[in-house]
């Protein structure tokens, strides 16, 4: 089937770039943040919102779609609004565990709701509104990661278990300066993988080397601090024992397709996050520890417990597996498609 693809973003942020290198024409609107809260901004963005309504509509009437995709995000609303007024078939996606204020917003204008896991809650929408379970889909490439790969990437003893830190793309002080602390105990049990974000963003990694450099020459070896993963990300998901990490949409979607343990800290008032780390934890796949209750002993405590466990570890892989939908993409795609093509 040949699929025409429009994106449809804000006049600021990523949206542009990642759909130019896909190739992908790009229409911007102007529109407003949706906030819960009484703050400065919102008069203004309540103006913009109309606006980009408006704008949202002469786009649709110019490219005329067969159906509308939302993946949610207050940019996304005033689209979802202006293609149920031109009678246009609209699906929205909520990629989080918790169900955000942009995608309840946009449930009472789509025909369909798709929802990363189960049990998301209701939703209250219009009778005509269905709410499919599809899950949130992963790259393809991040299931075809090989150990041998990594340790041709890392050094890393390859009889020890390999703890993966991450505190998502900007990283996390918090994780940093904990692992930090605790970084020779855990050293003796394991090697350690820690993307810890950019120099130019939290100023972390420098330390990090640093202090790996101050290692003895045999624990070294056994410590990675990293700013940034990208391509390499797969191999070190089919080598981790152990993932420690915030609890972002992301992050948990892959946990769960790959089956990794985890140990999950979500982000302090980041109420999608503490949902999204419970998803994983309802099930035994995972165990949280709130920002405030982390401390180097905790985590050392919690990370041998794990890993000298051999057989819990199993239950929690089983566990992590059996939280998402399979196969997510195609699930979506074909709930896209045949909205697309209903009579």
């Known amino acids: 089937m040949d699929v025409e693809l429009h994106w449809i973003g804000s006049q600021s942020g990523f949206e542009g770039e990642a759909a130019s290198t896909q190739n992908i024409p790009f229409h911007t609107i102007r529109t407003g943040k949706l906030r819960r809260y009484v703050a400065a901004a919102t008069v203004m963005d309540a103006i913009r919102i109309p606006i980009g309504i408006w704008e949202a509509g002469a786009i649709l009437r110019r490219i005329k779609p067969n159906v509308i995709f939302s993946t949610g995000g207050f940019v996304s609303v005033p689209t979802v609004i202006a293609g149920r007024f031109s009678g246009i078939p609209c699906l929205t996606h909520e990629q989080t565990a918790s169900l955000g204020l942009a995608t309840r917003i946009n449930a009472r204008f ?3 709701v798709a929802l ?6 209701k939703i209250f929408t219009r009778k005509r509104t269905r709410v499919l379970v599809t899950g949130n889909p992963i790259r393809p490439s991040i299931s075809q990661g090989k150990r041998k790969m990594l340790l041709a990437l890392f050094d890393i003893p390859p009889e020890l278990p390999l703890l993966y830190v991450t505190g998502g793309a900007q990283g996390a002080r918090a994780l940093n300066d904990t692992v930090a602390e605790a970084l020779p105990e855990l050293l ?3 090697a350690i ?3 810890c974000g950019p120099q130019s963003g939290n100023g972390d990694h420098a330390r990090l080397v640093q202090l790996r450099d101050k ?5 070294r070896v056994r410590y990675h601090p990293v700013e940034r993963v990208s391509g390499e990300l797969a191999h070190i998901y089919a080598s981790a024992t152990l993932v420690i990490g915030r609890a972002g949409a992301g992050t948990v979607a892959e946990l769960a397709a790959l089956g990794v343990p985890s140990v999950l800290v979500p982000l302090p008032g980041a109420d999608e996050q503490r949902k999204n780390a419970r998803v994983l934890a309802d099930v035994g796949a995972s165990i949280i520890i709130p920002q405030g209750e982390l401390t180097s002993s905790r985590l050392v405590e919690t990370v041998q417990s794990l890993i000298s466990s051999p057989e819990r570890l199993q239950k929690m892989r089983t566990a992590a597996l059996s939280v998402a939908p399979k196969d997510p993409a195609n699930r979506l795609c074909d709930a896209i498609v045949a909205l697309a093509t209903q009579d």
């Open 110 to 112: 789509c025909d369909v």
């Open 116 to 121: 990363s896991f189960p049990g998301q809650g």
């Open 188 to 190: 003796q049990h394991a």
């Open 193 to 195: 993988i820690h993307q």
């Open 215 to 219: 290692l003895h020459p045999d624990e």
